[in-house]
């Protein structure tokens, strides 16, 4: 077949390297996206003749439909013109500017919010590594027994779980849940008061946006958990942060001029992350300190399964009389974060409202999955895998103290390990916290610094271990890694002032 021009030998070859049979991207889209490109950035100038339909399609092996549908588009959107009998030509557009005449970007500007925002996001654990904190033991979950789970309740799944959902969550996992809690940790709840959520943080969101107006006061313990510190800043609320001492976050110490808190944020049963657990009295008194200021309660029960050798703490919701407390709950920390579920349990007066208000603004849906971890739970699945990870955890820890033992005996001082899946390791100075994360992230290990967990200045140093995402094996090396490095940088410290 005869060709048009010599430049169709340029226009074949080039579209020809660009074809692709990515079945994400039509041909006709291919072909339109570059010959669009090369009209805009100047590679074909206005009067330059393109080749014919026909000789398009024999040399790129595709329909002739297919290039007409092409260009059809192009002269609709008046990048090419047709000439009665002599073909088609690109248009004569105006000027475009040329790469290097762009004018600079504008300057990204964040609100304060979005900066607080992502300066807290400097928390987050990049991949699965040696003492990433909050992972549970993933090589541990019983993935076969639960695909299997999966698979027939999809395969079974209602129609009118297709539909959206308004109901709050599954009845059948909100009934599962609400025995669980009622057994295990003593929460006062029916199936009506839970919400399921897509997670904890989606939980403190919800909190917020209903309860709350910007400008409102939080308070936090201080130190305490990123995440909801970065939902409550987001919101635009003014948060307090206030100390946490060897009984958890203590009233009697926020500031004089603190304002009255809207909320008071707590994780009671197991703090994050110094791992204090807070006593009843403790508990108590902030439960009579938010019924005399008007504040709602989040208790944040994020690993509460996980005690060793101590008996478990009843829930501070179990122990409010004024209902005052909003009690929160996720899977992620005892099945898999990937799961996204969490939950809300709710007094009376508040439950309606958040599920209307969570149908409104999230859009609950996924129930196949939560029919499936319904009958996880109910088949007895969810509490013997809870038992097997609860003394993997125990074995993980030990091996974890078992490498830091040479450090501890030098003065190396851990937290008691009664509960949770991390150890606090507490240092003398913010210096040193520096250097041993630096020295982590060369040798590929993950070190959460304890002074990122704080809001206010007063920060204390130290380095959040966790230890259940990590075998036996894993935690024996970055363990002794840690040992050793501790030790050297002491040694030398020590030799600076001798």
Avoid at 95 to 116: D, H, I, M, W
Wanted: proline share 6%; glycine share 8%; charged share 20%.
């Amino acid at each position: 077949m005869k060709r048009r021009d010599a430049a169709s030998d340029w226009i074949v070859e080039a579209l020809a390297l660009r074809l692709t049979t990515n079945e994400a991207t039509t041909l006709v889209q291919q072909l339109y996206c570059s010959l669009k490109e090369w009209i805009q950035h100047g590679e074909l100038t206005a009067g330059d003749a393109l080749p014919s339909s026909r000789y398009l399609a024999w040399a790129l092996g595709v329909s002739r439909n297919t290039v007409l549908a092409t260009m059809d588009r192009l002269l609709a959107e008046g990048l090419l013109i047709s000439r009665q009998g002599a073909g088609l030509y690109v248009a004569n557009l105006p000027a475009l500017l040329t790469r290097a005449e762009f004018p600079p970007p504008l300057p990204v500007r964040y609100s304060s919010r979005g900066n607080k925002l992502l300066t807290l996001s400097g928390t987050l654990s990049h991949g699965h590594r040696a003492f990433a904190p909050g992972v549970p033991a993933l090589d541990l979950f019983p993935r076969e027994q639960w695909q299997r789970l999966l698979r027939r309740h999809y395969y079974h799944a209602e129609m009118a779980w297709m539909d959206y959902q308004t109901s709050g969550g599954l009845p059948a996992l909100k009934a599962a849940l609400s025995d669980y809690l009622r057994l295990s940790r003593a929460v006062r709840c029916q199936p009506e008061q839970i919400v399921i959520t897509q997670g904890a943080q989606q939980a403190f969101e919800l909190i917020a946006q209903l309860l709350t107006d910007p400008g409102d006061s939080v308070w936090m313990e201080e130190p305490g958990y990123g995440g909801a510190q970065a939902c409550f800043l987001a919101s635009g609320l003014t948060v307090t942060p206030i100390p946490v001492d060897k009984e958890g976050l203590n009233p009697l110490l926020a500031p004089e001029n603190a304002p009255t808190p809207r909320l008071i944020y707590v994780t009671p049963s197991h703090q994050y992350p110094s791992g204090v657990t807070m006593p009843v009295p403790r508990r108590l008194a902030l439960l009579e300190h938010a019924s005399r200021t008007g504040s709602w309660v989040i208790e944040d029960d994020y690993d509460s399964e996980f005690r060793y050798d101590t008996p478990p703490t009843p829930s501070l919701q179990g122990l409010a009389e004024q209902s005052s407390v909003i009690y929160v709950g996720t899977f992620s920390k005892v099945l898999y974060p990937g799961l996204r579920l969490g939950y809300l349990v709710l007094p009376d007066t508040l439950a309606n409202d958040f599920r209307r208000a969570h149908a409104r603004l999230h859009r609950e849906g996924n129930y196949p999955v939560q029919s499936a971890l319904a009958e996880f739970i109910t088949s007895g699945h969810f509490t013997r895998h809870i038992a097997r990870m609860r003394a993997a955890y125990r074995q993980r820890q030990a091996c974890l103290r078992t490498a830091l033992a040479p450090a501890v005996a030098a003065g190396l001082r851990l937290s008691d390990g009664h509960a949770g899946m991390h150890l606090l390791a507490e240092l003398d100075t913010i210096e040193e916290e520096g250097m041993l994360v630096k020295h982590a992230s060369e040798a590929g290990i993950t070190l959460s610094p304890l002074s990122r967990y704080y809001l206010s200045e007063n920060k204390r140093p130290g380095l959040v271990l966790g230890y259940a995402g990590s075998t036996e094996s894993e935690l024996l090396a970055a363990g002794a890694w840690l040992s050793d490095t501790w030790l050297s940088l002491n040694h030398s410290h020590l030799g600076l002032n001798n």
